[in-house]
């Protein structure tokens, strides 16, 4: 059974910076593109970043972009990110997910973590 385990969440002030980590079991991890969405209460999934199976390529939301960056580690079936310069709207349960596609769609992702809350005070 595929798990995808999520972890690295907290209370941050603003400005502050976090690492969240993603192990997956079970799953043929270089053959999945890895993806961080967010949901904050009464908000829809959004998507955060993705990144190819072979880590090529990575898409970011325009929200993040140039503080949050998306990396794995094949050898260790880990997908990171690392959140810089975190901001009060950056509040939310984060969640990784795993894609035969590289897409931006969560309609694409079959697997899902549990996720991690991630909590930026002002």
């Known amino acids: 059974q595929v798990r995808l385990a999520d972890s690295g969440g907290?209370?941050?002030q603003a400005g502050?910076?976090?690492r969240l980590s993603c192990v997956a079991s079970q799953?043929?991890?270089n053959s999945y593109s890895l993806g961080w969405f967010r949901q904050a209460p009464g908000k829809e999934r959004e998507l955060v970043a993705v990144i190819s199976s072979l880590g090529y390529r990575s898409?970011?939301?325009n929200s993040v972009k140039g503080r949050f960056t998306i990396s794995r580690d094949n050898s260790k079936e880990t997908v990171y990110l690392q959140m810089d310069n975190l901001k009060p709207e950056d509040t939310?349960?984060?969640y990784c997910a795993a894609s035969r596609t590289f897409?931006?769609?969560t309609n694409d992702f079959a697997y899902w973590?549990?996720?991690t809350q991630v909590t930026v005070s002002s």
């Open 10 to 12: 907290g209370l941050v």
């Open 16 to 18: 502050g910076s976090l």
């Open 27 to 29: 799953l043929t991890f």
């Open 59 to 61: 898409f970011y939301a």
């Open 92 to 94: 939310a349960l984060y």
């Open 103 to 105: 897409s931006s769609s």
């Open 113 to 115: 973590g549990q996720g």
